[in-house]
């Protein structure tokens, strides 16, 4: 089936650090999405993405939705603990159901 | 707003018996909700959609008589695990949306299957 590659797998910063991960199609979304995941829980949407070339920030995300739409990155700045987590990316083309990246884990150290 | 829940959040059962998961869609009104499931460290993998009042629509792969789904209201659907064996211990994720569109999703907390 459809595969999104999600980098990297994981991730060890110190708090105050800038993060940056992304995830890569072989085919086009219309869709973006960037999920959180704590452990446990079910998934927190972050940030959605719908126009090529869209750039949203939501506090200290920012997420971009690639020109070519077969792309998408999320950056952190200036992490803190709380950002410990599974982070996911998500894309979606009509008619078919959300693609899920593997995630990317990520340890952030005080 | 668009808070799921889901019921119970953790269940250990004994090989052979049947496990019934509920999701709740609290604030809004649910015309798709779906199913994941997620091994540890793995990503989310989709098993069925289900609209309110009609049958589901399960993924490939997936064993629609295994795990049941009904979606019987706009703010209840279950998923039934059937004669649950060791291998269906997971952690299952509903999501529910009021659109039905795969865009606007809103998870549940989930729930840790472990079977015996």
């Known amino acids: 089936g459809q595969q999104l590659n999600q980098s990297p797998q994981s991730m060890f910063i110190q708090e105050g650090e800038d993060v940056s991960m992304n995830c890569t199609s072989s085919?086009?979304?219309?869709?973006w999405l960037w999920y959180k995941q704590d452990p446990g829980e079910g998934p927190v949407l972050l940030i959605a993405?719908?126009?090529?070339?869209e750039l949203t920030s939501n506090g200290r995300l920012t997420a971009q939705f690639g020109i070519t739409r077969k792309d998408s990155f999320l950056n952190i700045s200036a992490s803190i603990p709380s950002d410990v987590g599974i982070y996911f990316c998500a894309g979606h083309r009509a008619g078919t159901a959300l693609i899920f990246g593997k995630g990317t884990t990520l340890s952030v150290s005080s | 707003g668009a808070v799921v829940s889901q019921h119970p959040s953790w269940v250990i059962c004994k090989s052979g018996t049947s496990v019934k998961i509920e999701c709740r869609s609290l604030?809004?009104?649910?015309?798709?909700m779906f199913w994941y499931r997620q091994f540890p460290k793995q990503s989310l993998m989709l098993m069925a959609t289900?609209?309110?009042?009609?049958?589901?629509?399960?993924e490939q792969g997936v064993e629609k008589d295994k795990f049941l789904i009904n979606h019987a209201s706009l703010t209840l659907s279950t998923l039934t695990v059937t004669s649950a064996h060791p291998e269906d211990s997971s952690f299952y994720i509903c999501?529910?949306?009021?659109?039905?569109?795969?865009?606007?999703?809103?998870f549940g907390p989930g729930t840790r299957l472990t079977v015996l």
């Open positions: 289900s609209n309110e009042g009609s049958k589901a629509t399960y």
């Open positions: 999501s529910a949306s009021s659109s039905g569109s795969y865009n606007e999703q809103f």
């Open positions: 604030d809004f009104q649910a015309t798709t």
């Open positions: 085919s086009i979304f219309n869709t």
């Open positions: 993405l719908y126009k090529a070339g």
